[in-house]
């Protein structure tokens, strides 16, 4: 098992900037790469970042170049450092761990752009 607590999301103004972070506990030798996805009302959750266990990153092509998914290893944790955000990266972000034949998720973070 691995469980996920996200934290870090707010209301923040059109060319703000946020830092999101997961921590992860458990089992986590078994976890093959940390991702981000997002979610808004009445659609399907939305592939945002990830970063593998040799820590290679990829991004959607619509965050490349504002966001940034790095990793601390010491403290377990995963961050999404989103800059120059804009009213359409609003959603609820989660936290997703994957493993093989397992995917872990956190509760979700609420991420408001707006003026």
């Known amino acids: 098992q691995v469980q996920l607590v996200e934290s870090g999301g707010g209301l923040v103004q059109p060319g703000g900037s946020l830092r999101l972070s997961c921590a992860a506990s458990?089992?986590?030798?078994?976890?093959?790469?940390m991702k981000w996805y997002r979610q808004t009302p009445g659609k399907e959750r939305q592939f945002v970042a990830e970063?593998?266990?040799?820590?290679?990153?990829s991004y959607t092509d619509s965050v490349k170049g504002r966001f940034t998914i790095s990793r601390d290893n010491a403290k377990n944790t995963v961050y999404l450092q989103m800059n120059s955000l804009k009213p359409e990266d609003t959603a609820v972000y989660y936290c997703?761990?994957?493993?093989?034949?397992?995917?872990?998720w956190g509760q979700g973070t609420q991420v408001t752009v707006s003026s």
């Open positions: 970063i593998t266990s040799g820590g290679g990153t």
């Open positions: 997703n761990a994957e493993t093989v034949g397992n995917d872990y």
């Open positions: 458990g089992r986590l030798f078994s976890i093959d790469a």
